[in-house]
Structure formats: C-alpha cells, structure tokens
T-cell receptor, first 116, second 114 residues
Framework: AQKVTQAQTEISVVEKEDVTLDCVYETRDTTYYLFWYKQPPSGELVFLIRRNSFDEQNEISGRYSWNFQKSTSSFNFTITASQVVDSAVYFCALSEARTGANNLFFGTGTRLTVIP | DGGITQSPKYLFRKEGQNVTLSCEQNLNHDAMYWYRQDPGQGLRLIYYSQIVNDFQKGDIAEGYSVSREKKESFPLTVTSAQKNPTAFYLC?????????????FGDGTRLSIL
C-alpha cells in the first residue's frame, strides 16, 4: 500500500498566487517523521522541512508554511505569493521510527509550474 | 562547502557493459544511500550503508552493486544484469541511520542506454 500519497500530479499557478500542495500519509507507527523536499530542474533534492509525529504545530518559514493534521493524516505545504523560482517538483516523504531512515517513503511528487 | 558530489552528470551505457556512478560526501555523515528515480515516480531505494564496510539492499537492488570502503565514498555499479537501467540516480547521506535524520542529496546522474 502507498504510504505517501500526493494526489496532485501537476499544478500551474500564476505568479503571486498562493498554492497548496497536498500530502496524505499512512502509518501504524506512533513515532514517525514527515519531510518535504524540493527538486528544481537541476535535479538535486533540497530538504525543506522535517516534522515529527508529536508536534502538530504549524510552521512558517518566509513564504512557506506547513499544516500537519494527524486527524486526517495530512501534511500539506502552502507557498504564499508564488514566484517563478518556486517552479519545481515537490516530494513529501515519511520515515517510521521502527524502520529508521533507511526506509524513507516518498510520494510520487507534485510538479509546480509558476507562470510569470 | 560541505555537500554531496555525484559524477558524471550524464552517462551512457552500452549493452553488456557495467558502469560505475560516483558519490562523494564531505559532510562527515555515517549513512549513505542510492536511489533510482523514474519519470512520474517517487524515489526508490537501491542500496544503503550505515557504516564503512557495511551495506544493505534496498527495494530494487537486483542488477546493482555497491561498496563502502571509505566513509566519504559510496560508488554504485550498474551491472549488465540490470535490464532497464535508464533512469536518474540520486545519492544521499544522513548524519545517522535514525528515522529523524533528514537525507541530503547530490545533483544526480542521468544514465541512458546507447
């Protein structure tokens, strides 16, 4: 079964619009970690954020914010006032305490295109 | 600057040929990983190593081999047994093998068949 689902394959927005990327996860572990990565056209994955299962506080970093809701098993990512440089593929990932970082489950990614 | 260096950026393989992808890190990380990325898919784990001279198979290890003779190096060999090697390969490292450690990635190597 898919542990991380990113239902949005591709999203296009016009510059300065807000956009939310959805991530739904599945785990039986009580201790787990969620991550978001950005993959720009150059190819490398850039680590954006880590969230642990015990901390449901939302986080804001500049134009980026993350909404973690255990009740719906979701960890959504919002970009406010999008810019062309935000165009990339974004991956959500899950790591479970019992299996360690060796099993980092990735979603299939959401390709975001910001149109100038 | 600390980081992960993968080389080459592009690689072409002939039928029946083994090719080796290089991955070097200067982050002093203990754990290193190799992933394969196919279009429209997430990353799939090929091999990982938590310590020098030790490595474990991931989900899709068939047709691949690795070595970990030095902490900073984790080369991946794509053997002729891998019948569909065309993909984007990403190397990563983390400070340890614990689940809360974020993995940091290199720029990737794109492998194609001639």
């Amino acid at each position: 079964a898919q542990k991380v689902t990113q239902a949005q394959t591709e999203i296009s927005v016009v510059e300065k619009e807000d956009v939310t990327l959805d991530c739904v996860y599945e785990t039986r572990d009580t201790t787990y970690y969620l991550f978001w990565y950005k993959q720009p056209p150059s190819g490398e994955l850039v680590f954006l954020i880590r969230r642990n299962s015990f901390d449901e506080q939302n986080e804001i970093s500049g134009r980026y914010s993350w909404n973690f809701q255990k009740s719906t098993s979701s960890f959504n990512f919002t970009i406010t006032a999008s810019q062309v440089v935000d165009s990339a593929v974004y991956f959500c990932a899950l790591s479970e305490a019992r299996t360690g970082a060796n099993n980092l489950f990735f979603g299939t990614g959401t390709r975001l295109t910001v149109i100038p | 600057d600390g980081g992960i260096t993968q080389s080459p950026k592009y690689l072409f393989r002939k039928e029946g040929q083994n090719v080796t992808l290089s991955c070097e890190q200067n982050l002093n990380h203990d754990a290193m990983y190799w992933y394969r990325q196919d279009p429209g898919q997430g990353l799939r784990l090929i091999y990982y190593s938590q310590i020098v001279n030790d490595f474990q198979k991931g989900d899709i290890a068939e047709g691949y081999s690795v070595s970990r003779e030095k902490k900073e190096s984790f080369p991946l060999t794509v053997t002729s047994a891998q019948k569909n090697p065309t993909a984007f390969y990403l190397c990563a490292s983390s400070a340890g093998g614990r689940s809360n450690q974020p993995q940091h990635f290199g720029d990737g190597t794109r492998l194609s068949i001639l």
